[in-house]
């Protein structure tokens, strides 16, 4: 309900395989509550994949002012 309510996309900039993991980095829009969120926001997706099933999904959200 979050994600299809929320009419969310992603639109993917970067794939990289690390070592046997998948990180996924996409901008984020939709029609959700954007106050105090960059623009653009952008979210990596740190996919771990065993026997061609995702294991492990880790969702951090990238930030510059760190």
Do not use: C, W
């Not at 509550?33 to 979210?43: A, E, M, Q, S, T």
């Not at 771990?48 to 510059?64: D, S």
């Amino acid at each position: 309900r979050d994600i299809i309510g929320e009419n969310l996309t992603l639109e993917v900039t970067d794939v990289i395989e690390h070592y046997g993991n998948f990180i996924v980095t996409a901008k984020v829009d939709g029609s959700f509550d954007k106050r105090g969120l960059p623009n653009p926001f952008v979210l990596a997706f740190y996919f771990t994949v065993n026997e061609n099933r995702i294991v492990q999904l880790m969702i951090l959200r990238n930030r510059a002012d760190v």
